[in-house]
């Protein structure tokens, strides 16, 4: 049992360069999240996928896109890097965002540099 | 202001000591969540609580509903409980979401 993986680890892109950062958790959760940690401020959230096949906006949605491929994947896509965008990226995962028993499990992240 | 506050923002002890973190939220929340980010970045779940009192190993969470504030207490600390610890919320009025506090940084010395 992985848990929730997230590939790459690290990225160092130019600005207008393109990505896209994957994450995929193995414990048949309906609920996926994307987060970015900047210094000095807490978890903010980007997207997140109630169930497959849906996705919304979090709080800090512009410059990304996001696929909720199947139950397992869920990928964030910067279409044009800047460097506002460099930041530490949270992949996470809940079974049942409405049941009390919601903890969240979170994947190693990924430090993006952009240039 | 943030829904989320933590305090203090940083902390150091020495081995040993008991130690307490507090987290203070300003909305209806249906539970709340102490998390612990080390630091090679991994975020672990420590505790959800939705009520009252919970304990695993050394680590004590509380939450006092009506005053909104909750509490994350380690006894004994050791260095290896160095580490940034973030309170979160899970808000009543969206249920799809999770509020963080900005984190306390703990170092515990020797």
């Known amino acids: 049992n992985a848990g929730v993986t997230q590939t790459p680890k690290f990225q160092v892109l130019k600005t207008g360069q393109s990505m896209t950062l994957q994450c995929a958790q193995d414990m048949n959760h309906n609920s996926m999240y994307w987060y970015r940690q900047d210094p000095g401020m807490g978890l903010r959230l980007i997207y997140y996928?109630?169930?497959?096949?849906?996705?919304d906006k979090g709080e800090v949605p512009n410059g990304y896109n996001v696929s909720r491929l199947n139950k397992r994947e869920f990928s964030l896509r910067l279409e044009s890097a800047a460097p506002s965008q460099t930041s530490v990226y949270f992949c996470?995962?809940?079974?049942?965002?409405?049941?009390?028993?919601?903890?969240?499990?979170f994947g190693p992240g990924t430090r993006l540099t952009v240039l | 202001k943030n829904e989320v506050e933590q305090s203090p923002q940083n902390l150091t002890a020495q081995e040993g000591e008991f130690i307490t973190i507090n987290c203070s939220y300003s909305?209806?929340?249906?539970?709340l969540h102490w998390l612990q980010q080390h630091p090679g970045g991994g975020i672990v779940s420590l505790f959800m609580?939705?009520?009252g009192k919970k304990k695993h190993g050394r680590l004590i969470a509380t939450i006092n509903i009506q005053e909104k504030h909750s509490s994350l207490h380690i006894t004994a600390s050791h260095p290896r409980d160095s580490a940034v610890y973030i309170c979160a919320v899970r808000s009543q009025m969206n249920t799809d979401k999770l509020i963080f506090g900005t984190g306390t940084r703990l170092q515990v010395f020797p």
């Open positions: 909305v209806g929340i249906s539970a």
């Open positions: 609580l939705s009520s």
């Open positions: 996928s109630a169930s497959e096949g849906t996705t």
């Open positions: 996470a995962s809940v079974l049942d965002r409405g049941s009390s028993y919601n903890e969240q499990f």
